[in-house]
């Protein structure tokens, strides 16, 4: 089975990272499309080809169909979708829906989900980028495989439900990291102090759990639980009681998995 | 003033580290104390220096005292060390020790304190850890300054005060952080997920915050309040009732920085 000429639907940041990559891993972009007709073009004339804003007017030869639009669109977008094509793979790119948002509606389908934070401004490596695919067939499964391994990206094998937990995981690896590195720069930007000064420990920080687990690797009075450091962290944090209440709750979860280890760790 | 010759006073890792990188800076070790014979002898000879694990045997002749020890021991050490030399510069390397600790004791004083997670596994590059340093005259405070430019540091001058407001935002930036990768690998392993799926997510959120501030910089359901998926990621963390709290608590705190600038933000 072949799965080398793509139709990319939807052109924001997946769809164009992926749409930049995939003719240097040998696939072909036949066509864009998106609702927004401006957004079509941008795309469709950045990687040299056809683009659509019509549902109707999507091309019905490619293999494989990528989907990478906004969860909500999903129930229109689809059903008109497959009506162009009755035997290509048709897969979204959606960390949190379930692959069955297609069955009865494809007989080919499954999902190619990149689990990175695209953002326009910066070119992405995919060669670090994991997709966590589904198929529901073995052959399709290979064929996400074959074109996760031909974007050097690493593939893992992934049911909806694990899906469901990898997105609230990276809720926590990277939405509240980036809080905890917010909550720094406040506190030293009250006191006169450049963030700057933060950036070799939190890059330290960062490298260490590829070496060492982050349970293990786990140093600060919260370990401990040092309850001299820890109440006088506190009583310097009583302007902010909202501040005060976060340090105490993740410093007792801290020493609670330094102590009681948890499940899998 | 000189301040070529020096004595360091401990032997953990701090001076470890500071001892291997002064004598390419220009700087001679005279010296090693640690109360601990076996310990004092260790780095001595790693050095290549005199070692000893008595205070009333520290050499007098060094220029600059450097002392490394644990918070508690310093009420001990620090009024026996003095008596050694009357007119030398001495400093300690403690975050969250102020430098009055030297009043009455010491002539002249300060602080050097380098603002990384140093462990002996890891080697250290001196040229990316900040120096916050404190000196009781503004001789001292330039010679503190050139000390730390010529181990390739950057070196910011910070008060006591300063210094403490330093550690708790360490503690976010460093510890706090360092959890939350925690409470993603066990999601993850709970789940059957291999945790280095997220080291990509991790090491691109680090990277982000030297170009972009944390706040701007910050995506994901809690930044907009997405009451559907934070809803749903409560209900799948129910099992967990400390985990959906932090969970919740965090979520307020971004959607708050987002709305509500902090002070400095």
């Known amino acids: 089975m072949d799965c080398n000429k793509i139709v990319l639907i939807g052109a924001g940041n997946v769809a164009t990272h992926l749409g930049l990559a995939l003719p240097d891993a040998g696939y072909e972009v036949l066509q864009v499309y998106s609702r927004t007709e401006t957004s079509a073009r941008e795309l469709g004339e950045k990687l040299g080809c056809t683009y659509t804003d019509k549902l109707d007017e999507v091309v019905s030869d490619a293999d494989c169909y990528i989907v990478s639009i906004k969860d909500s669109a999903l129930d229109e977008v689809l059903p008109k979708l497959v009506l162009r094509n009755r035997s290509a793979l048709f897969v979204h790119t959606a960390g949190s829906v379930p692959m069955d948002v297609w069955k009865g509606l494809a007989s080919r389908y499954g999902v190619l989900y990149p689990m990175q934070t695209f953002s326009k401004q910066r070119a992405v490596d995919f060669s670090v980028v994991p997709f966590f695919i589904e198929a529901n067939s073995a052959d399709d499964l290979e064929l996400l495989r074959k074109m996760a391994a031909g974007l050097g990206s690493k593939a893992y094998e992934a049911t909806s439900e694990q899906r469901r937990y990898l997105h609230i995981a990276a809720?926590?690896?990277?939405?509240?990291?980036?809080?905890?590195?917010?909550?720094?720069?406040?506190?030293?930007?009250?006191?006169?102090?450049?963030?700057?000064?933060?950036?070799?420990?939190?890059?330290?920080?960062?490298?260490?759990?590829?070496?060492?687990?982050?349970?293990?690797?786990?140093?600060?009075?919260?370990?401990?639980?040092?309850?001299?450091?820890?109440?006088?962290?506190?009583?310097?944090?009583?302007?902010?009681?909202?501040?005060?209440?976060?340090?105490?709750?993740?410093?007792?979860?801290?020493?609670?998995?330094?102590t009681k280890p948890k499940e899998g760790l």
Chains 1, 2 share one sequence.
């Open 171 to 258: 809720v926590f690896a990277c939405n509240f990291t980036n809080h905890m590195y917010a909550v720094a720069e406040h506190l030293l930007s009250v006191h006169g102090l450049p963030f700057e000064a933060m950036f070799p420990l939190i890059d330290e920080t960062a490298r260490k759990v590829h070496e060492l687990s982050p349970v293990e690797g786990q140093t600060g009075p919260a370990r401990r639980y040092d309850e001299n450091v820890i109440n006088r962290h506190l009583s310097m944090l009583s302007d902010e009681p909202e501040l005060a209440r976060l340090y105490e709750l993740i410093s007792k979860n801290i020493h609670e998995y330094a």
